[in-house]
């Protein structure tokens, strides 16, 4: 996929803004997603391992209304802590939730099984977070081996050491005047596959390492996975549209972002992945479409930030581990 042809991103939402950190110490980092002013949230919750925080609140019968930011992060339930960073950095910045004497800023967060990747001991932390808002902007974000996608692999159904490089990738979709993003980090057990053929593009190898293996097939045709530790892979992301929603709209419209991820991915939503969506709604545009166009929307913005998550990504090798991307492939 040229640059030419870049499939728009989330920062194409009005009062979206991304930042990355990355490590220089192995390939892991995250990926803040800003809306400092607040904005209505929801989240799905759809892989059996998932990493999480703050989700709760996000049910539609629960109190906190609007959220100022959304995590997402390698290095497993370590990575969790660089939501405080986050934190940090909204309230030296003046955005929160009022609560009398202060504010507090509300950031829900979501982590990758990245651990495998070179030195598990180097995670992001509060720092990273931190680092993560004071990078952000509103210009289109960095794809490929950045943040939460540095450490990044699909298709480890089997064997880490067949699989390939994921990543961050980024999208957006318009109709009329309203537009839905999506930014996902995709660390998936399973292939990514184009919808437009139904093949596999990145994904597991064949024991031989020079074409893909096609997982789905593989699997059907009674070829046994390597044996999988629970929750460490998952793809995680953030859909965002300036249409306003209620808690219980932005929930579904997270709902619907997952069939992105079901379009692209084979297998998905696995017992070893902790697939998590999160949808933002500012609520600046007026022209608003129907809710099966906007939830078709966000499908559709998820299942080109998945593609474009695998595009944008460059092979690497960490401590004898060779993982591929698409474009060695394709060379």
């Known amino acids: 996929m040229s640059t030419a042809h870049l499939p728009g ?39 059996a391992a998932p990493g999480t925080r703050e989700t709760d609140l996000l049910a539609p019968g629960n109190l906190v209304e609007q959220v100022h930011a959304i995590l997402l992060a390698g290095g497993s339930a370590y990575g969790l802590d660089a939501a405080g960073g986050v934190m940090r950095w909204l309230e030296a ?39 993560a808002c004071a990078a952000a902007s509103a210009r289109r974000p960095a794809e490929g081996n950045v943040g939460a996608g540095a450490g990044a692999a699909v298709g480890k159904l089997f064997g880490i050491g067949r699989a390939m490089k994921g990543g961050v990738g980024t999208a957006s979709v318009t109709v ?36 893909l293996h096609d997982t789905r097939r593989a699997l059907l045709a009674g070829d046994p996975p390597r044996p999988l530790i629970a929750g460490t892979n998952t793809t995680i992301g953030v859909v965002a549209t300036d249409a306003p929603l209620t808690k219980a709209q932005a ?26 969506l999160f949808a933002l709604s500012t609520g600046r545009a007026t022209d608003v479409p129907d809710r099966i166009v906007l939830g078709a929307m966000a499908a559709e913005a998820t299942a080109l930030a998945v593609l474009r998550a695998v595009h944008a990504a460059q092979g690497i090798t960490v401590d004898g581990l060779h993982l591929p991307s698409l474009s060695d492939f394709r060379a």
């Open 9 to 47: 991103a989330i920062t194409d939402v009005p009062g979206i803004s991304v930042g990355h950190w990355t490590s220089d110490l192995r390939p892991t980092g995250c990926t803040v997603v800003l809306v400092p002013e607040g904005a209505v949230a929801g989240v799905d919750v759809r892989g």
């Open 93 to 131: 910045h003046g955005h929160g939730l009022p609560v009398g004497v202060g504010r507090v800023p509300i950031v829900p967060a979501a982590v990758l099984f990245d651990l495998l990747v070179g030195d598990m001991r180097v995670r992001p932390d509060g720092a990273a977070g931190y680092a």
């Open 176 to 211: 009329g005047g309203t537009t839905v993003g999506a930014l996902v980090a995709v660390n998936a057990l399973g292939d990514v596959v184009d919808p437009a053929t139904g093949l596999p593009v990145a994904g597991a190898r064949s024991p031989d390492g020079r074409r």
């Open 251 to 276: 929930q579904r419209l997270a709902q619907s972002a997952h069939d992105g991820l079901a379009r692209t991915i084979n297998p998905v939503h696995t017992v070893s992945d902790g697939d998590t």
